[in-house]
């Protein structure tokens, strides 16, 4: 089966940096996926990676070691509005990752403080 | 501007009377898929579609159809729903290869 493990939660001050990690077990990989979400909220498209290194995305960078089955969300200059769920997901492996289906881990939960 | 409807945005029923989510894309996406979220469950997949009359099941199918007659719709129907099917649903859809999902508003349904 196809798994993905992040924290469930993590806290930190405005202002500060802070990294959410994702790992996958997957018969195959065709790139992890990060979706932001706040409460009560539909979750949206943060940041892809196919290959490995970082992808920076303004105040967000996203990264992925493929060796490691192993990815993280950065997310620095931490605002207030950044509270909220962090989802990673991978592309289903079956039909050579062409299907479409999203496999989505539990979710991190983000809570900055004044 | 691309975007996922769904409707009605809240819903509350009563145990046993059917009824039906709707869901529109406009981006001519082949997939599209039905979530649930709980509270500390995550977003689990419910059904999904992989194109016109392609329908699969998710992770939690039970109590749950669905139909695709048409590449733009995605209807979740509750033949008879119970009190454990209250929960906060979603819609989404992204293209086959897609790196992209998009996602409803969400459906805020309560069974009593």
């Known amino acids: 089966g196809q798994s993905l493990e992040q924290p469930s939660e993590v806290t930190a001050v405005e202002g500060a940096i802070v990294q959410i990690n994702c790992t996958y077990q997957?018969?195959?990989?065709?790139?992890l996926s990060w979706y932001q979400q706040h409460d009560g909220g539909a979750p949206t498209f943060l940041s892809y990676n196919a290959l490995d290194g970082l992808e920076e995305t303004g105040r967000f960078s996203s990264f992925l070691s493929r060796s490691d089955s192993y990815g993280y969300l950065l997310l620095q200059e931490l605002q207030m509005k950044d509270s909220a769920s962090y989802f990673c997901?991978?592309?289903?492996?079956?039909?050579?990752?062409?299907?479409?289906?999203?496999?989505f881990g539990q979710g991190t939960t983000l809570q900055v403080k004044p | 501007e691309a975007q996922v409807t769904q409707n009605p945005r809240y819903l509350i029923t009563v145990t046993g009377k059917k009824l039906t989510v709707t869901c529109s894309q406009n981006m001519n996406h082949e997939y599209m898929s039905w979530y649930r979220q709980d509270p500390g469950l995550g977003l689990r997949q419910i059904y999904y579609s992989m194109n016109v009359e392609v329908t699969d099941k998710g992770d939690v199918p039970e109590g749950y159809k669905v139909s695709r007659k048409e590449k733009r719709n995605f209807p979740l129907i509750l033949e008879s729903p119970s009190p454990n099917q209250t929960s906060l649903y979603f819609c989404a859809s992204n293209g086959r290869g897609g790196t992209e999902a998009f996602f409803g508003q969400g459906t805020r349904l309560t069974v009593v």
């Open positions: 997901a991978v592309r289903d492996p079956s039909g050579s990752g062409n299907t479409g289906k999203l496999i």
């Open positions: 997957t018969s195959g990989f065709y790139g």
